[in-house]
């Protein structure tokens, strides 16, 4: 496998010394275009964040199309739908958001709280002629994480949550196709684009400092009725043939 050389001339790498100014028009679904060359519009979605289109759509995939483009060549073009088919954005053109969002995304401390889960449990009684379902709750206790620290049913337990990122490069295997190599779980992907130069999308999540984890919000650890004070509840729900 060997790393591809990004030879967008006119394209991403490059965006910033070869933007055209054109003139979009009308409220319509598409915008009227002039531009006789191939060619992929800036798009722009609500966060900030930057990526191109093959596409004249005045809003196209929760992004909202700009005055610029870059022009493509065949090759380009090939490499653009790969892009956006794997949902990635270039790192160069969103360096200010993503900067922003790394700064935002501070460590911070949760705490494990217990909750009751009423468990339906069906009880089937029949005669033979008709049959009766009926359901006792059956009280359990289960666990959740909050950042509220004075929340009533706290057990004790902590947890530090803390942010990482992945980037990817793009290689080209021995058949010809493009291939994601991942540079997961980064302090800081600006500082790596150069070798890694793309993200998705979603491109961080939260983990626990103790283990190293993806944070869970549903552990469902223990069914414990030793803590649980409410009574068991039945109710009839009719009879059915």
């Known amino acids: 496998m060997r790393n591809l050389k990004l030879n967008l001339r006119k394209f991403l790498a490059l965006a910033g010394a070869t933007i055209v100014l054109i003139s979009s028009a009308g409220c319509s679904k598409k915008a009227d275009c002039d531009v006789p060359n191939r060619h992929a519009h800036r798009y722009v979605n609500e966060e900030g964040y930057t990526r191109y289109y093959d596409s004249e759509r005045i809003s196209y995939r929760g992004y909202e199309r700009q005055e610029d483009y870059v022009e493509l060549t065949k090759s380009d073009e090939h490499f653009l739908e790969f892009l956006n088919k794997s949902n990635l954005l270039r790192i160069d053109d969103n360096v200010d958001v993503i900067r922003n969002a790394q700064e935002e995304n501070q460590d911070y401390l949760e705490y494990r709280y217990a909750y009751t889960y009423l468990q339906p449990i069906p009880i089937v009684h029949s005669n033979g002629k008709s049959t009766t379902i009926t359901y006792i709750f059956v009280p359990q206790t289960h666990y959740s994480w909050t950042r509220d620290e004075n929340h009533s049913r706290l057990t004790g337990e902590t ?28 302090q800081d992907i600006i500082s790596t684009s150069t070798e890694y130069p793309y993200i998705c ?30 009574p068991e509840e039945e109710k009839t729900l009719g009879k059915t043939r």
């Open 201 to 230: 999308e979603d491109y961080y999540k939260i983990i626990s400092l103790a283990d190293g984890n993806e944070v869970d919000y549903e552990d469902m650890e223990n069914d414990d009725v030793e803590h649980i004070e409410e």
């Open 159 to 186: 947890r530090l949550c803390h942010y990482v990122y992945t980037s990817y490069r793009i290689d080209i295997d021995e058949k010809g196709k493009y291939v994601l190599v991942p540079n997961p779980e980064q």
